[in-house]
């Protein structure tokens, strides 16, 4: 089968095409503009593979799009491409409703077009696989409660609200016109070649250099933690085994606040990384607390039980196993990082600012 994988240059793009290039036979054609958040390099390992393709193309271009579709004939859409940094969202909010309204927009009718079309055999099991974040039902109250596949939307940041409004085209999209779409939305990921503005690898940067690790508020704020491998292994049992028309939810039932992620993270450095920068004798002496993000949601757990019992997806890791896994990442990785941090890798030169 040949899956066009919109955004594989980013995060959980690249995880998800080194999945399908490392452990199956099938071929990979990422779709992908390369914002500041795509990087080519995250795909080094597997570019060589003559199963896979890369095409630099903007998903709001509707006549690119139709060209890729006609000229690479897929079996199936994982739909990444994003804007996916919340702090981004709030300071300008325009991209946000650009790429993730507008692009998905783009994107379905293009889908459309080019299934209504296709042959009656391979029409049948075209899918169109839309990946989206559990930051759509907004924040939870009581520790106990999860979200389910059937909780109400209640987005709270311009990005959460642009997701939300992808998702409900994408099954506009399959309820009125029949396109065969699956809707996964998942929690927070970590892991290898994840962009230094976000919370996990800031704070494995930031530790190593001596720098100060900001934590919003008094960083209680509670998130359910995934590897973005086991994110990716998921993403790749829904757009082969799922049902036409489901949603899952995927989530690692690892529920940690973010000062307690910040601490792990230092004490995993204290044993691997024990010469420290001059003037730090504990990575945890460089907390410090930052005003709080306006609108922050305080608690995300997810309850993927439906993904578990129907499609057999369970996490290999768990948060400890994970996070170890990750710092051990940077830690062995600092070509990858360094050209994030000088811009050389593509984009453009960042003043990183934390996000989860
Ligand atoms: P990312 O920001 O790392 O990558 C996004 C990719 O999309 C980049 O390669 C970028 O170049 C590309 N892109 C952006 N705008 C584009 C456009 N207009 N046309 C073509 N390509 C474009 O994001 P990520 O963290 O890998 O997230 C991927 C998807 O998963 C997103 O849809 C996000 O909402 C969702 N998600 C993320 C998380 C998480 O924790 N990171 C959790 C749940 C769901």
Redesign the pocket.
């Known amino acids: 089968m040949k899956i066009l994988v919109?955004?594989g240059?980013?995060?959980?793009?690249s995880a998800v095409v080194r999945h399908i290039i490392k452990e199956t036979q099938d071929q990979v054609l990422v779709?992908?503009?390369?914002?500041y958040?795509?990087n080519l390099e995250s795909l080094a390992d597997v570019s060589q593979s003559d199963r896979y393709h890369f095409e630099q193309?903007?998903?709001?271009d509707r006549p690119a799009v139709d060209e890729v579709f006609l000229r690479h004939q897929p079996d199936a859409v994982m739909h990444?491409?994003?804007?996916?940094h919340v702090d981004r969202s709030i300071d300008g909010p325009s991209a946000f409703i650009e790429?993730n309204i507008v692009?998905t927009y783009t994107l379905l009718e293009a889908a459309r077009h080019y299934w209504m079309n296709l042959a009656d055999k391979k029409k049948a099991a075209f899918r169109f696989h839309h990946?989206?974040?559990d930051e759509v039902y907004g924040d939870l109250n009581s520790t106990d409660e999860l979200f389910t596949e059937t909780t109400a939307y209640a987005p709270s940041s311009p990005y959460s609200a642009s997701?939300a409004s992808s998702d409900h085209l994408v099954r506009a999209w399959h309820r009125t016109y029949g396109l065969p779409i699956l809707v996964t939305n998942?929690s927070?990921?970590y892991g290898p070649f994840h962009?230094p503005e976000k919370l996990i690898p800031l704070i494995i940067l930031n530790a190593i250099s001596g720098k100060k690790l900001p934590v919003y508020g008094d960083g209680g704020q509670i998130r359910d933690w995934l590897y973005v491998e086991d994110h990716a292994r998921a993403l790749y049992c829904v757009v082969t085994s799922g049902l036409v028309g489901e949603t899952y939810n995927i989530g690692g039932h690892n529920e940690r606040r973010n000062i307690d992620v910040v601490m792990t993270i230092c004490r995993l450095l204290d044993e691997m990384k024990p010469v420290k920068p001059v003037g730090v004798s504990q990575y945890e002496d460089l907390i410090m607390h930052v005003t709080d993000r306006p609108g922050h949601d305080l608690r995300y757990a997810i309850n993927s039980s439906k993904i578990f019992r129907e499609l057999g997806w369970k996490p290999q890791e768990t948060f400890e196993s994970g996070i170890r896994k990750t710092v051990e990442w940077y830690l062995n990785h600092q070509t990858w990082w360094q050209h994030v941090l000088d811009g050389s890798y593509c984009g453009e030169r960042l003043g990183l600012n934390q996000s989860v």
């Open positions: 919109t955004g240059a980013g995060f959980i793009g779709v992908d503009c390369l914002t958040a795509g193309v903007n998903i709001c990444l491409a994003a804007e996916s790429t692009g990946i989206s974040t997701k998942c927070n990921n962009f």
